[in-house]
């Protein structure tokens, strides 16, 4: 059997949280544009930081959970949904910081760039919901969050300097 993709699953999920209202009346309840909700409704993509994050304040469910499927749906529930992957977090998810979010994704994408190295925007989201969520857990302060961004993207230049610089590495230029 093949493991679901992050495509296959971030469907599924978004699926359970539709349940039985019609797809496009639930996307406009939520907020989201009736065009950019058919493409990774009908293309079944990953949606951009923004929609994610609306989504998920909707519904009241953590990123972790919507894009991978980690730990528990509800992050105030006291009980963990089943995880989709193994190794799943065990701690509740923090709040979404729309702000930080949409910053990480942007610098995330950023230094790819910069570095000459192909990311998906997917991938790029991906890894800002872990760093969201692991500097919503150890800074108080919406104002310092941001401020970890910084530090984010300065590890991710190292980690792509270092990876240019292994032969065996899989991070090429783009």
Same mark, same amino acid.
């Given at each position: ?11 599924? =999920?978004?699926?359970?949280? *539709? ?6 009346? %639930?996307?406009? /309840? ?10 990774? %409704? ?17 519904? /009241?469910?953590?990123?972790? %959970? ?32 729309? =702000?930080? *979010? ?16 192909? *990311? ?51 991070? /090429? =230029?783009?």
């Amino acid at each position: 059997m093949n493991p679901e993709t992050l495509e296959e699953g971030f469907h599924k =999920r978004l699926e359970l949280l *539709i349940g039985s209202e019609e797809p496009f009346a %639930w996307a406009k /309840r939520v907020g989201i544009p009736s065009s950019t909700f058919s493409r990774f %409704w009908n293309e079944n993509t990953i949606p951009k930081s923004e929609h994610l994050c609306r989504i998920a304040d909707y519904e /009241r469910v953590s990123l972790d %959970w919507l894009l991978r499927g980690q730990g528990p749906m509800r992050p105030d529930s006291d009980k963990e949904e089943p995880a989709t992957f193994i190794g799943a977090a065990e701690a509740p998810a923090p709040s979404t910081d729309r =702000r930080l *979010i949409g910053r990480l994704v942007e610098k995330i994408l950023l230094v790819y760039k910069e570095m000459g190295v192909a *990311i998906a925007i997917h991938q790029a989201t991906e890894r800002a919901a872990k760093e969201h969520d692991r500097i919503v857990a150890t800074v108080a302060d919406p104002d310092d969050r941001l401020t970890e961004v910084g530090e984010v993207t300065a590890a991710l230049r190292q980690e792509l300097r270092a990876a240019a610089s292994d032969p065996g590495s899989s991070k /090429r =230029r783009a």
